[in-house]
């Protein structure tokens, strides 16, 4: 079975620093796909960033890049000059190639302050 | 643009309801999944579906059954609900079918129903 653990319940950092938030999972599969959804106060889930694992280069996507460390079984979403807009809670989620569902990790709350 | 909708952004129920929730999609996705996200729990997968009329228990889908009966709606049932049913119930759709073959497989969710079960 496939697992996601985000170790940081909670992150605080400042506006305009990066930021770090933390995922490591767990699967026998030698494929499957990594995903950052962001989710603000409203409820909606936001798709962030994906990564593959047979992806030569780490994802980005504007201010998120993915520090994708497949030996170490790692997919660290980096947000970089961190706005008051990126409070939210960040889960990190993995799928199996050839399955539709995502498996998703307990999620982190970054709050970033002024 | 990719939507989801699901019918109540907040519902209020007594124990022992019949509760429905409907969820719709526009974009034609073969997938659709039903979720329920607790605090410190993350998001939990109760049944999911890849064709009309097909379904597929997820990890908690006691108390629960689905209904889909057009590929665009997908329906999450709470036969008699219960206190402990008492979360947020967040609908998702994606491409792909069974095997989401030539996609990232990346799920569009709705905004999410808040269910209170009282």
């Known amino acids: 079975a496939q697992k996601i653990t985000q170790t940081q319940p909670g992150m605080f950092v400042q506006e305009k620093e990066a930021v770090t938030l933390d995922c490591t999972y767990d699967?026998?599969?030698?494929?499957?796909?990594l995903f950052w959804y962001k989710q603000p106060s409203s409820g909606e889930m936001i798709f962030l960033i994906y990564q593959g694992s047979y992806d030569q280069q780490n994802a980005t996507e504007g201010r998120y890049s993915l520090n994708f460390q497949k030996a170490r079984k790692s997919a660290n979403l980096v947000i970089s000059a961190s706005q008051l807009g990126d409070s939210a809670m960040y889960f990190c989620a993995m799928r199996r190639t050839g399955y539709s569902t995502l498996t998703f990790g307990k999620g982190t709350m970054l709050l970033v302050s002024p | 643009d990719v939507k989801v909708t699901q019918s109540s952004r907040y519902l209020v129920k007594r124990t022992g309801e019949k509760v429905f929730l409907e969820c719709v999609q526009d974009m034609d996705h073969e997938n659709m999944f039903w979720y329920r996200q607790d605090p410190g729990l993350g998001l939990r997968l109760i049944y999911f579906s890849y064709d009309v009329k097909m379904k597929e228990k997820g990890d908690i889908p006691e108390g629960y059954s689905v209904s889909r009966e057009k590929k665009e709606r997908f329906s999450l049932i709470l036969e008699s609900a219960s206190t402990n049913q008492t979360s947020m119930y967040l609908c998702?759709?994606?491409?792909?079918?069974?095997?989401?073959?030539?996609?990232?497989?990346?799920?569009?969710f709705g905004e999410g129903s808040r269910l209170t079960v009282l």
């Open positions: 699967t026998s599969d030698p494929s499957y796909g």
């Open positions: 998702a759709s994606s491409f792909g079918g069974r095997s989401t073959q030539g996609h990232t497989g990346e799920l569009f």
